[in-house]
């Protein structure tokens, strides 16, 4: 447990410029800055560790920063998102608040492989704390001759800068995100081009989760194959998991990937009140809930909750006793796309605002009797159709929900009220 | 319209882009500038700062209107914003708005009579292990109950 | 590079990244699209063009998926039905489907694809989204609740009319496209945005409730009120032009049209319309008929011209918004009398002046200038479709750089070089010495006491270093006091620096003008001439002297004099034209007469009438011709208007004998005032056009001055000079008014 990211959680002011460098921190990047490393050896390793995007949809990230055109001519960048807001998700917020230097020395180490010689750490607006955190590292950073220009007449450039949100889920979305940083709405930008190769200020962008930055350096102090050994086959290295709802101490765990669900649920402290354990959600708002007997079941990493039926996302274990009402649960998820979809493209404009309706409209005791068929022929006609995967994570709850519950949701609409709270 | 300590902030904002990219920094200007008219924007300051970012006064109010932190109509002295996502909800988060609308005397999205506060629900704040929980300005008050929810509430000032 | 790709089971070559919306478009393939626009940014947010490529997960838009080798794309498969469905329903739930009482019906993209793809029943059963309508101006109308958010005329507001108006604020459902200002869309191609709009949430506010749009034919027909003539479509209903709509032709207008072409229309049928042909008698006026009418005409010409062969006596004049047909009879008819007195100049106070500089670049090559340098221009205003051109160049690279005396708005990038209009051609005689300088030739004479400015220099060294340069000459100079130099100027700098040239003081159909030789030999007199000599008889064509003439009062008492016989031909009454004529012909407007039209680049573009003249008017050359006729003038015999223009195609443009002098010394005025009509007043059908006129351009009336100007005059903002409300103007040359107004010359009389 807390072998990377964490490593330094139980310190006195473990985000201190002098924690971090105790533990190891920024002597890659001085050797980076003295000519020890180069790009290639990077990537490799990155690839060997197996580390995958941490941001949800889990991208190799070796793979992605060889996508970068490091040598074409002009200005390139690289981005770190720290959007967080996808519902059950807390987990940058605490890496950011601490263990700031490592996104720095990651996000640093990545300016070299992709020869961007600016970054912005996008944080969402209302992280005030972890902003001011961040900040201040930065400020360290730079005392300490770490960023800036010719950094230690390496002829390396660095600066590094962070970027406020103002309050919008979709700003998670990476080209939103890109939108957002240039002054506009966060409307994601239809693909192709990519952000490689047309990102922020139509320059090559690479954009990683803080998660995966902070993984970075620690994955070149120790090699990839000690990451990829601290986790299972396509699943390397630890990872954060936010365990909230249910449970008795809902905590950020970070723990080897595979680890079993079960094991998780104890870390925990186990159900709240000893309830009785009736479904998890794996990875975050967007990912299919699961039934607590599939759950019990399952390992927690990328085959592993795959298998399950779900995906392991960004790592957010919502956990629900018995005493949730799943049509209630599944109407304020709805409510939430219906709240934050971005409103540029048709199906997810129009389809989340009526998926939230007609859920509402059952919770109010109006349900139809093809209400059902209604909902699933609804998120069947978002899924795959709309510029972002909002638009698929809007949809995938609810076709999630019926299945494992559609009982519930009859009951609703024949009698007017909840099976569960009545 | 912006005061010199508001140009001075959204300076160094502008500080961070690229040269011609000023309009980067609409977001942080219309904080700073909300922050200054009693946590309110309204046109003529939309477009003060879209004229002081050299951008079109429409590019200014699509991202003001866009972004849920700005407020466009009257608000408390201290908005506290309640999660009532998920995780929140699981926790027992809506019976504590309704206790919190109870105390003030206030439902979500109103002001309380002097002014001093406005309640409003939001989606997920990132602190969901910590559930269930709000923000009062830069602060994140978690772990709630209605005894710790009146004590943060009655010590605003 | 060429790919073959295959579309429903075709094989078809294509562009390695073009977008396969491009290809199908091409090969007739109908893909159903919403927010796609040929000449816009592609936003691919409506996904209504989704279609299934292979090997692709999901299905694909195609408005936004380049093409790639071996593609295969099915528009048809069950896979992108059932996308493009999908769309379609989602696209109704909150569309309120009111097609019955929309303007747009018949003539909807959302109406025509839902035909196809929506089903009958829409399984939405909640409340529909309503938004409140903004009011935008005169001449849009906009209906919200219909929007489906496709952002054409956001993208139309920031790409192509360069000012971004319209907007989408707030987000998911609650996304509304709204403009921020409170005078709501200003822009002088506002009206292309119902154009665009694929619905009934903008449309035509002037048409509003008129019609259905399979009630009205569509005419093809040129736009004259500039020298471009746009192409577009008079939709008529009854004998009455109810709408304009914009044509497509990619040398002269794309698919764009001002608004000053789409919306005169409206002066049409103006309650000033000249309906009946009319005669004096006795200081009283009378409608009669039109031999009655005629005859009179006649009988006045015999009285006081043809029986005492005082041919030099007579004058003819007309307007430069006449058609070449027009122009072509009058001046026959005038030359066959033996009368040379023929000018259409009347704007003009000096006629030695820029109008004999050649314009040498085409319309389209605009685009493509790496360089430009106007003078004494305000593009956007005079000439919005040749300053959307430029500001494409702008936009891909190009300088722009303008000596005016005023920091006009442009809506792209220019360095502006404030020169009052005195010092215009001192300042290209010193762009044109550094030229010089530099290829070590000798200067001619009138450059020896030349000292090139700073700023000259500046100029010199762009063009140099420009490889494509266009000089632009525009309307403020036609009255400076230096004009002819300013023009030989500008064509031997040109010369050096490999230039091309355009000359915008040659408006509306002066060109064609030029073609007939509406002009005097060197036996007749010119406009000006004619004012001063005591003429005993005059032929009018469409004139109004409180707008037409430079010396609009010495007009007005040439005409009056009470021993001149004046024909008016004319489309609209006027107050000043009954004062001084003795028989008024009521004659066809623009849209009513069928005719040619030259445009800046001589492109000679005919076209049909599009609808009948009202009362007892007839089309111009109808009456020039009987009047000839009764005239026993022998070679009328037309029976159309093309038989007129196959008689003069092959004629080229003439220019007239010029001064190619250039004069430095040449005194200048103290003070010097630049007079423009409002761009909706520059001719008589604009001014009749109430929406137009309604609109924030159309109410511009201003004087604009420096301080020193003002302290020197003893103006301030609160004044007026020559009738028009002062505007003091912190960036702007000295010695020198610029008005824009919108009321008629003589209001204060130009010097
Ligand atoms: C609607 C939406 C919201 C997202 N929110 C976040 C977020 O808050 N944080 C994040 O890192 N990635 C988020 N993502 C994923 C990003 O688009 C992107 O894949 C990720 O930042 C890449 O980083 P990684 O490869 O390190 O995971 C979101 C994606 C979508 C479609
Ligand atoms: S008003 Fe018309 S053009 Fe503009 S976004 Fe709506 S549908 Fe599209
Ligand atoms: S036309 Fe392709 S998405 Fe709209």
Known sequence: MNEVCFKNIDKDQCWSLANYEATGGYSVWRKILKGEYTPEQIIAELKTSGLRGRGGAGFPTGLKWSFMPRNAPGQKYIVCNSDEGEPGTCKDRDILRFNPHAVIEGMAIGSFVMNATVGYNYIRGEFIEPFNRFEGALKEAYEAGLLGKDINDSGIDFDLYSHLGAGAYICGEETALLESIEGKKGQPRFKPPFPANVGLFGKPTTINNTESFASVPDIMLNGGQWFADLGVENSGGTKLFSVSGHVTSPAN??????????????????????????????????????????????????????????????????????????????????????????????????????????????????????????LL??????????ICALGDAAAMPVESFLRNFREEFEYYIEHGKSMVKG | MISDNAKKQIDSWIAKYPQGKQSSAVMEALKVVQAENNNQLNHDLIQAVADYLDMPGIAAAEVATFYENYNHKPVGKHIIRFCHNISCMLTGADDLISHLETKLGVKTGEVTKDGLISVKKVECLGACVGAPMFQIGDQYYENLTTDKVDEIVDGLK | MIVEIEIDGKLINANTGEMVIAVTDREGISVPRFCYHKKLSISASCRMCL?????????????????????????????????????????????????PICDQGGE??????????????????????????????????????????????????????????????????????????????????????????????????????????????????????DLVGSNLYAQTYKGNVKRVVSGDNDAVNETWISDRDRFSYEGLTHENRLLFPQIKVEGQWKEVEWDVALDFAIKGLNNNILNSRNLAKLGGLASNTATIEELHLMQKLLREMGCENIDHRLNVKDLNNTMHLKSTIKLIELESVDHA???????????????????????????????????FDFNYKVDSHITSPNEIANTLAGVLKTLIDKTK????????????????????????????????????????????????????????????????????????????????????????????????????????????????????????????????????????????????????????????????????????????????????????????????????????????????????????????????SKQTVTLETIWMHSPYQSDVLLRHAKSLNASQIGQMNTASMSVTTAQSLSLNNKDTYLGVPVEIDSIMADQCVFVNSNQATNAGGSQ
Request: hydrophobic fraction near 40%.
């Open chain 1, 253 to 374: 765990f970070e723990v080897s990937m595979g680890m079993p669900f079960k094991e998780l649920l104890e870390l925990a402290g186990g159900m709240r009140n000893g309830a009785k354990l009736k479904a998890v959600i794996p990875g975050g708002s967007s990912t299919p809930v699961l039934t607590a007997e599939v759950a019990m079941a399952m390992t927690m990493d990328y085959d592993g909750i795959d298998k399950a039926g779900s995906m392991l996302g960004a790592g957010s274990v919502i956990i629900m006793d018995d005493s949730t009402c799943m049509v209630e649960a599944l109407t304020r998820l709805a409510h939430f796309y219906y709240d934050e979809s971005c409103g540029q493209c048709t199906p997810c404009r129009e389809g989340t605002g009526w998926l939230y309706r007609v859920l509402k409209r059952i919770m109010d005791g109006k349900g139809k009797a093809d209400d059902i068929d209604l």
């Open chain 1, 377 to 386: 022929g609804v998120q069947e006609k978002i899924m795959g159709n709309t």
């Open chain 3, 51 to 99: 279609v299934d490529v292979e090997g692709a997960p999901k299905p694909q838009p195609a408005c936004s998926t380049p093409v790639a080798e071996g593609m295969k794309i099915h528009t048809q498969n069950e896979k992108a039905i059932a996308s493009q469905k999908a769309v379609m329903e989602f696209l109704l739930i909150n569309h309120p489907l009111d097609c």
């Open chain 3, 108 to 225: 909807c993209e959302l109406q025509d694809v839902a035909i196809e793809y929506g089903s009958d029943v829409s399984r939405f059963s909640e409340g529909k989204r309503i938004v409140a309508p903004s009011d935008i101006g005169p001449l849009i109308q906009t209906d919200m609740t219909r929007c489906i958010h496709c952002t054409r005329c956001v993208r139309f507001g920031s790409e192509i009319a360069g000012i971004m108006e319209m907007g989408a604020t707030g987000r998911g459902e609650e996304l509304k496209i709204e403009p921020f200002l409170a005078e709501g869309i200003t822009s002088e191609l506002s009206g292309n945005m119902i154009d665009v709009c694929p619905v009934g949430a903008l449309t035509s506010k002037p048409f509003r409730y008129e019609l259905r749009s399979w009630q009205m034919s569509s005419v093809e027909n040129i736009a004259r009120h």
């Open chain 3, 373 to 407: 340098l106007v003078i004494g221009a305000n593009l956007r205003l005079e000439q919005p479709m040749i300053n959307h051109r430029l500001r494409k160049a702008q936009l891909s690279g190009a300088n722009i750089t303008t000596l005016n005396v005023k920091d």
């Open chain 3, 441 to 664: 030739q000798e200067f001619p004479e009138y450059l020896s006491d030349v000292i090139p400015s700073e700023h000259s220099v500046t100029l010199a060294n762009n063009l140099l270093e420009a490889n494509n340069s266009v000089l632009i000459l525009g309307e403020h100079l036609i009255n400076n006091a230096q004009a002819s130099s300013i023009s030989n100027l500008t064509a031997e700098i040109a010369k050096l620096t490999n230039s091309s040239t355009l000359n915008l003081t040659a408006t509306a159909n002066s060109l064609g003008a030029q073609q007939v030789n509406f002009m005097p030999n060197s036996q007749g007199m010119n406009a000006n001439e004619m004012l001063d000599a005591d003429m005993r008889a005059f032929i009018l064509l469409d004139i109004y002297p409180e707008y037409d003439f430079h010396h609009s009062a010495a007009a007005l008492n040439a005409l009056s004099s009470d021993d001149v016989f004046v024909i008016s031909l004319n489309s609209f009454g006027s107050e000043l034209v009954s004062q001084y004529s003795d028989v008024m012909l009521p004659m066809a407007a623009m849209f009513e007469t069928s005719g040619t039209h030259m445009n800046i680049n001589g492109k000679a573009q005919s076209f049909r009438a599009s609808v009948g003249a009202p009362g007892e008017a007839k089309p111009a050359w109808k009456i020039l011709k009987v009047l000839a006729d009764l005239l026993e003038l022998p070679s009328f015999h037309y029976e159309n208007s093309t038989q007129v223009m196959s008689e003069v195609a092959h004629q080229s443009i003439q220019t007239h004998e010029y001064d190619a002098s250039i004069d430095l």
